[in-house]
């Protein structure tokens, strides 16, 4: 008899952007008439930029003739790119980070996830409240977190964080020590930011407690305050302690091309359970060896043009593009007489909801009432509930329509 993993059993019934799809999918088949604007999952809208789609189509030829063609790349990704992440991403800012130290991937969902494969676990889980809820889901797969308590909204044996408005979303330390703690900055959903200063913070317990940070930083292009660290690695010691996770998807529109990678510092330890310390690099390149054969020839030229002056400018133009939707968004909802939260160094935009209302029930409200698709906040945890997130990733036609009509709802 096949026996199955029965920690999926724990989890709710679908996946947070699924169920949000499917309600919306409903609500258009009974509405064929009404056109709806989707500010929920924060899929970009603006095609690739032309220097990207330039070298994606360079690397295609490339593979389809005899002397250029490339079979199997490294798991790790080619070192074109690695070196490219490391001069761009990392030395311009004054971090050390060395080519081996990256790893090129499929998505920063996918490593998020598949992180978990190199950890123990008894490990004990943080996360920030409200969050990605990746981070959340892929611990309860593992067997990391039990049972779901529908009263408090939280999974057993998972320690939450709150980040919320009355701690200025500032994640304060919990009272039992996490093996593991899941931080992502600036922070999806809340659009909310670290300093360096609460950043060295985190960075000095996880040290004091020999505990791993998994730094989830897929947002760091639309920061616009120079003083907010666009990486862990800015905090000295960092990479004692942290795996950074980086993505194409926002800063590059490559949601539908797929490329991001992680950073496994060489300094950074896992401990037996007898307390002997192991290299997390050496354990993630043997997971990366056996479980994937890397991203496509193409797709890694393509996010190699990223870097180069054209790439820049171009993938910035969208970039300040989208801000500017977030700043319509922001501006139309305080007008509106809102109270919003982020949109200053991110794409997302948290607003509480009205009075009286909750989360799912302010989604239904906007959906029938101004056609807007927007997330429920408390699909990002507990603490979530009462507010609501919109993303700036739309078209700036349909941000200023979408606005237009929730003000006269
Ligand atoms: C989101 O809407 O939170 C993100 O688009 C989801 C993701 O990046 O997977």
New binding site residues.
């Given amino acids: 008899m096949i026996t199955i993993n029965e920690n999926f059993l724990n989890l709710q019934d679908s996946y947070?952007?699924q169920t949000i799809a499917k309600k919306v999918a409903e609500f258009q088949t009974n509405n064929p008439d009404k056109r709806i604007i989707k500010l929920?999952?924060?899929?970009v809208t603006r095609p690739i930029v032309p220097a990207v789609v330039d070298a994606m189509y360079k690397a295609i030829d490339e593979m389809g003739n005899q002397e250029t063609f490339r079979g199997y790349g490294p798991e790790q990704g080619y070192s074109f790119l690695r070196e490219k992440i490391v001069e761009n991403d990392y030395l311009k800012r004054g971090v050390e980070i060395s080519p081996d130290e990256i790893f090129i991937s499929d998505?920063?969902?996918c490593d998020c996830g598949n992180i978990g494969d190199i950890l123990g676990l008894n490990n004990r889980v943080a996360i920030t409240d409200p969050v990605?809820?990746?981070y959340l889901d892929t611990n309860i797969m593992a067997g990391r977190g039990s049972s779901f308590d529908e009263k408090t909204g939280k999974f057993e044996n998972i320690i939450y964080i709150p980040a919320t408005a009355e701690n200025n979303f500032i994640p304060e330390f919990p009272s039992e020590v996490p093996d593991m703690i899941y931080l992502c900055f600036p922070n999806?959903?809340t659009g909310t930011t670290l300093s360096k200063e609460e950043l060295k913070k985190w960075v000095d317990y996880a040290k004091e407690n020999k505990s791993l940070i998994l730094f989830d930083s897929?947002y760091e292009s639309f920061i616009q305050d120079e003083n907010i660290p666009h990486s862990i690695y800015e905090v000295e010691g960092a990479k004692e302690v942290a795996i950074e996770f980086r993505?194409f998807?926002?800063t590059a529109g490559f949601?539908g091309i797929r490329c991001a990678y992680a950073v496994v510092p060489k300094e950074l330890k896992g401990y037996t359970k007898k307390g002997e310390d192991v290299d997390l690099n050496k354990l993630w390149n043997r997971r990366q060896g056996t479980k994937f054969n890397g991203v496509s020839y193409p797709v890694q030229r393509a996010a190699e043009a990223i870097y180069t002056k054209e790439g820049q400018k171009q993938i910035k133009e969208n970039i300040a593009y989208y801000m500017e939707n977030a700043k319509i968004i922001k501006d139309g909802l305080k007008e509106a007489g809102f109270i919003v939260y982020g949109g200053e160094n991110a794409p997302?935009i948290w607003l509480k909801v009205p009075d009286g209302l909750s989360s799912w029930e302010f989604f239904d409200k906007l959906l029938n009432e101004a056609n807007v698709v927007g997330?429920p906040g408390v699909g990002?945890g507990p603490s979530g509930e009462g507010y609501f997130?919109l993303?700036a990733?739309g078209t700036k036609e349909n941000t200023i329509e979408a606005i237009a009509r929730i003000k006269k709802m």
Avoid: E, Q
């Avoid at 929920?40 to 899929?43: A, E, H, M, Q, T």
């Fill in positions: 947070l952007f929920g999952i924060g899929d998505g920063a969902k990605y809820p990746v999806n959903p897929a993505s998807s926002k949601t997302y997330t990002f997130r993303t990733f």
